[in-house]
């Protein structure tokens, strides 16, 4: 069985065990896969695997002997799904396999706003506390967690995750979903016009969908609380960049944290690199290697049920 990995760098740039997936068939592994080599890379391949590398139904059209299609992710936008369907190739993601990662990058943000760690690190280690003539000093507000209220907007398997952590803060969670449940002590299920108008913080994790799209923009931004932060690790075209950059500039609201942005890699100029009191960290809330182990590992058993399946 002659297996394919059009871009495996991103999940792996050198410290990954595939030995599971290597095991199921002849494993050929590109760092990556720029668009015209795919046809040339995935034509004699019988399982496919990618991540961002895109399978077009114009490609897919092209790899006749493709009987796979695997991704190492849980978004399945890079592959044309009705193009997959009608040649009768089966396509499997890898759901929920980076959840503790990315919530904890959410207070990692969160935290970042709240305590500034790096800043006074970097003033201490510049000489500032040497200097002080008190015993302590600081230069932003430090802020405490503990009877905040946390504004989630999506309930799966992340929102549900961040709200865990949020409560063992002493915070108050609101939560904004299609499928609302029952209250439960600190945590309640609002609109989404209520959840941005009165949580101190907002963080998102729900789809990019027609009806997402842009879901923070001016008008909305305009409901928060001017001490509110922003948080996104969902997708980037969750938020208004524009909108937002402006929202930062005029103290509309206090902070952003973002792992996400509408175009990746950005654009040199992209509004939000300027913007004041916004973190931003290059998509990474899924990355840790326990979780990139994970995605390795259930990639290669959807590799491994196919093949059963197969025979």
Same mark, same amino acid.
């Given at each position: ?33 720029? @668009? ?250 899924? @990355? ?24």
């Amino acid at each position: 069985m002659k297996i394919v990995i059009l871009d495996s760098f991103g999940v792996d740039p050198g410290d990954m065990d595939w030995r599971e997936l290597q095991a199921l068939g002849d494993c050929t592994f590109h760092d990556r896969t720029p @668009a015209h080599l795919v046809v040339e890379r995935a034509r004699d391949a019988e399982i496919v695997i990618t991540n961002k590398t895109v399978l077009s139904a114009a490609v897919i059209a092209e790899i006749p002997k493709c009987r796979y299609i695997g991704l190492l992710s849980t978004g399945m936008n890079a592959v044309d799904l009705d193009a997959a369907r009608q040649r009768g190739i089966p396509v499997r993601n890898v759901p929920a396999y980076s959840t503790a990662s990315v919530a904890q990058m959410v207070f990692a943000h969160i935290l970042a706003h709240t305590n500034h760690v790096e800043s006074h690190s970097a003033g201490v280690h510049e000489g500032r506390w040497a200097r002080c003539p008190d015993f302590c000093y600081w230069d932003h507000p430090v802020a405490e967690l503990d009877g905040q209220t946390l504004g989630i907007v999506g309930y799966g398997a992340i929102g549900r995750a961040v709200a865990r952590i949020a409560r063992a803060f002493g915070m108050r969670v609101s939560v904004h979903t299609r499928t609302p449940g029952g209250d439960e002590d600190g945590l309640r299920f609002v609109s989404l016009d209520e959840l941005f108008r009165s949580s101190d913080i907002v963080t998102l994790h729900c789809p990019l969908d027609a009806s997402t799209d842009r879901l923070v923009n001016a008008e909305r931004l305009a409901t928060m609380k001017p001490s509110a932060i922003l948080i996104n690790t969902g997708r980037g075209g969750l938020v208004d960049e524009d909108a937002l950059a402006d929202a930062l500039a005029r103290g509309v609201i206090a902070g952003a944290g973002l792992d996400v942005l509408g175009r990746e890699p950005p654009a040199a100029d992209n509004v939000l690199t300027r913007a004041p009191n916004c973190t931003i960290t290059p998509h990474i809330a899924w @990355a840790s290697a326990a979780a990139r182990r994970r995605l390795i590992a259930v990639a290669a058993r959807n590799v491994r049920e196919f093949l059963s399946s197969a025979r």
